[in-house]
C-alpha cells in the first residue's frame, strides 16, 4: 500500500505542476479572472492550496485556499480534480480493502495515468496555441458563457460580487465555521510549527526530534 501511496502521488504532483505551470505562465484558457466568481466571491485558482502556494498569480489572501471545481473551470484543473478527487482515492481505498482492481486498471492507476497524458497534451495545444496567437498579434477574449449563464448565475459568488460588492464569504461570516476550512490549512501549518518552535522540536522526514539539548521524542 505505501508503494501505491507513494506512485500515486508522484503522479498527481506531476499533474499538478504542469497545470500550475500555464497558471503562472498566463496560458490557462481562461484564466482565473475570466472565469464565474467562486464560492467565496472571488477569481482564486481553483487548485490554489492556501498553506503552500502565496502570491498574485494564485489570486486571494495568504492562506486562502480555492474551489475544487468540476464545471465552470478549465478542462486541464477539472482533471487534475479528478486525478486526485477520484482516482487518487480509488487507489488508496482498493489497496486497503484489497479490492487490486479498484486501484489498478478499473479505477485507479489507470486513471491516474491517462488524466495525467490528457493534462500534457492539453498543455501543449496551449502554448501553441498562445505561441500563435502572439505571432500573428491575435488578443483573444474568452467567452461570456465561462462568467455568466442561467446556472452560474444561482451560485453564492455571482451574489456576493452583486449583493456585496468589494466583499468576500468570509467579510459576510466573521465565524464561518464549516466555511473556515479554506483557510485551515495555512492555520494548521503555522500552529503545528509554532508548536514545535515551542516544544524545541523539528519535524523530521518520518519522526519528530527536540533540539540538541533535548532528548529524542520518537526513534525509529
Known amino acids: 500500500m505505501d508503494e501505491?501511496?507513494?506512485?500515486?502521488?508522484?503522479?498527481?504532483?506531476?499533474?499538478?505542476?504542469?497545470?500550475?505551470?500555464?497558471?503562472?505562465?498566463?496560458?490557462?484558457?481562461?484564466?482565473?479572472?475570466?472565469?464565474?466568481p467562486d464560492w467565496s466571491g472571488q477569481h482564486i485558482w481553483s487548485l490554489k492550496i492556501g498553506?503552500?502556494?502565496?502570491?498574485?498569480?494564485?489570486?486571494?489572501k495568504t492562506g486562502e485556499s480555492g474551489e475544487f471545481r468540476m464545471s465552470n473551470v478549465t478542462d486541464v484543473e477539472r482533471l487534475c480534480f479528478e486525478s486526485v478527487g477520484y482516482f487518487q482515492t480509488y487507489i488508496y481505498k482498493g489497496m486497503a480493502h484489497g479490492s487490486w482492481n479498484d486501484a489498478t486498471y478499473s479505477d485507479g492507476s489507470s486513471g491516474m495515468?491517462?488524466?495525467?497524458?490528457?493534462?500534457?497534451?492539453?498543455?501543449?495545444?496551449?502554448?501553441?496555441?498562445a505561441a500563435l496567437e502572439k505571432k500573428v498579434g491575435i488578443s483573444w477574449q474568452p467567452e461570456q458563457f465561462w462568467k455568466t449563464g442561467e446556472w452560474l448565475d444561482q451560485l453564492t459568488g455571482p451574489y456576493i460580487v452583486k449583493n456585496h460588492p468589494g466583499k468576500?464569504?468570509?467579510?459576510?461570516?466573521?465565524?464561518?465555521?464549516?466555511?473556515?476550512?479554506?483557510h485551515a490549512p495555512a492555520e494548521e501549518v503555522e500552529y503545528i510549527e509554532r508548536k514545535l518552535k515551542e516544544l524545541g522540536m523539528e519535524a523530521g522526514t518520518h519522526d519528530v526530534k527536540q533540539d540538541s539539548e533535548s532528548k529524542s521524542v520518537r526513534e525509529h
Open 51 to 60: 498553506a503552500y502556494h502565496d502570491g498574485e498569480a494564485y489570486g486571494g
Open 4 to 36: 501505491s501511496v507513494k506512485d500515486a502521488s508522484l503522479k498527481y504532483r506531476e499533474t499538478f505542476k504542469v497545470a500550475e505551470d500555464l497558471l503562472i505562465d498566463g496560458v490557462l484558457d481562461p484564466m482565473p479572472k475570466d472565469l464565474c
Open 113 to 129: 495515468d491517462r488524466w495525467l497524458v490528457n493534462v500534457k497534451q492539453n498543455a501543449s495545444r496551449a502554448r501553441r496555441l
Open 168 to 182: 468576500t464569504i468570509f467579510d459576510l461570516c466573521p465565524d464561518p465555521g464549516w466555511l473556515d476550512t479554506h
